[in-house]
């Protein structure tokens, strides 16, 4: 089996699309192609499809100079951008068999698809969309399908969710952001200790520059999208005995100034 795994997106099109055509997972037109309708690929989302993670990156998507969320015409095009994005995939999954694409609930779209819950942060911009006295309701279909989403998924012994490996990691309540349930990675613990799988793959943290571990080395760290035009996404080839683990796409994207000229 064949499994290939991607991080957190947050409304980059491009790079989810440019990855699952990489994987051979969707053609130029960005529809499923026969390798995952087949019965040996499977591929998983780790969550956080929705929320630019900065305001250079709203300013961008809505095509602004500088974006307002407080401003109504800004916040409305934002929705409505999202809203397309939800249903491009929404529509890809439509069209792969049952079971074959997991999208995984992460907070960012627990958050979204739940209008009780306050508007989440990111550094300086607030995540204002579909919350009352703000947004706009988001598609009660919309809605129900990402709140369908599983926290977790195993697959051959592997242990996927967006935080981490344990129930709470991924529970979004308010005691989530006043915990800080990622702290858990800066703990010298193994964390699958005594549970059935070998290896877990996460998302919410973001890191860069390749592999990053946690739980004594049993814990994979994808959430490799955020930084620039940096991307990559994990093809995990499940064999009798073992794993091969290979880690494809754009590690590195930065500007470094140059000397003055004397």
Do not use: C
């Amino acid at each position: 089996m064949r499994i290939v795994v991607i991080g957190d997106i947050h409304v980059q099109a491009e790079k989810l699309w440019r990855m699952l055509r990489e994987a051979g997972l969707a053609d130029e037109h960005n529809r499923p192609t026969d390798e995952l309708r087949g019965d040996a690929t499977k591929l998983v989302l780790l969550g956080d499809l929705v929320h630019a993670k900065s305001r250079q990156r709203y300013a961008d998507m809505i095509n602004v100079r500088r974006y307002d969320e407080y401003n109504p015409r800004h916040l409305e095009r934002a929705e409505a951008l999202q809203v397309r994005f939800l249903r491009e995939v929404k529509g890809f999954q439509e069209r792969v068999p049952a079971g074959n694409m997991t999208i995984l609930l992460g907070n960012h779209d627990f958050n979204a698809a739940t209008p009780g819950q306050g508007p989440l942060r990111t550094d300086d911009v607030s995540h204002l969309e579909w919350k009352p006295g703000h947004g706009s309701d988001l598609d009660p279909e919309l809605q129900a399908w990402i709140l369908s989403w599983p926290h977790d998924i195993a697959i051959e012994g592997l242990h996927f969710a967006h935080v981490g490996p344990l129930p709470e990691h991924n529970t979004y309540d308010q005691a989530f952001y006043l915990e800080n349930r990622r702290r858990w990675l800066q703990e010298d613990r193994d964390f699958l200790e005594g549970t059935p799988y070998r290896l877990g793959v996460y998302g919410h943290t973001p890191v860069r520059a390749g592999v990053n571990v946690a739980s004594q080395g049993r814990a994979l760290l994808l959430d490799t999208n955020g930084h620039r035009d940096e991307y990559a996404w994990l093809e995990v080839d499940v064999r009798n005995a073992d794993y091969r683990l290979r880690l494809h796409g754009l590690y590195f994207d930065e500007l470094v100034p140059r000397l003055s000229a004397e």
